[in-house]
């Protein structure tokens, strides 16, 4: 969050521009990070082929498939890998087992909703000067400045 060590680094006067994904049904989520093409499906799973290749893990790349979730009590999207079968790798000399269905837990993409963006901001010596959304509100770019008396 912008806390007020950005306001000591920038100044009293500062303004600040934030960008956010803002929250929206599930339905278009998921789609977007899990698409049909498999794009964002082999970016997560080059997380195991890299950990494979920098650090001479043993990942079975075929082991594991990824899939995309929505957690709505935290209001983001949660990408896993989940092991398709029993497995195994040894990583740093370290062997990790996972069962069936267990996941690799790899990233967290936040919505947020404006309301609850500005209790964020009540914290801080910042306030939402201004928002501007695509027509649908998928998206947010906000104008932050000093808190208003």
Known sequence: M???AARASLGPSARFILGADLKKD???????YDD??????????NLLARLNRELGATFDLDAFFHQ????????????????????QATLCG????????????????????????????????????HTWTDKRDYYGVMLLGPKLA
Do not use: Y
Not at 37 to 43: D, E, I, K, L, R
């Open 94 to 129: 370290k062997t990790f087992t996972f069962a069936a269905g267990e996941t690799i837990h790899t990233e967290i993409s936040r919505k947020f909703e404006l309301a609850k963006f500005d209790a964020l901001l009540g914290k801080s010596s910042w306030s939402r000067l």
């Open 36 to 45: 049909a093409n498999g794009v964002t499906a082999s970016f997560n799973l």
């Open 26 to 32: 599930p339905a278009i989520l998921i789609p977007a």
């Open 68 to 87: 995309a979730r929505w957690n709505e009590a935290e209001g983001q999207v949660e990408m896993h890998l989940v092991a398709q079968e029993p497995t």
């Open 2 to 4: 912008i806390d007020d």
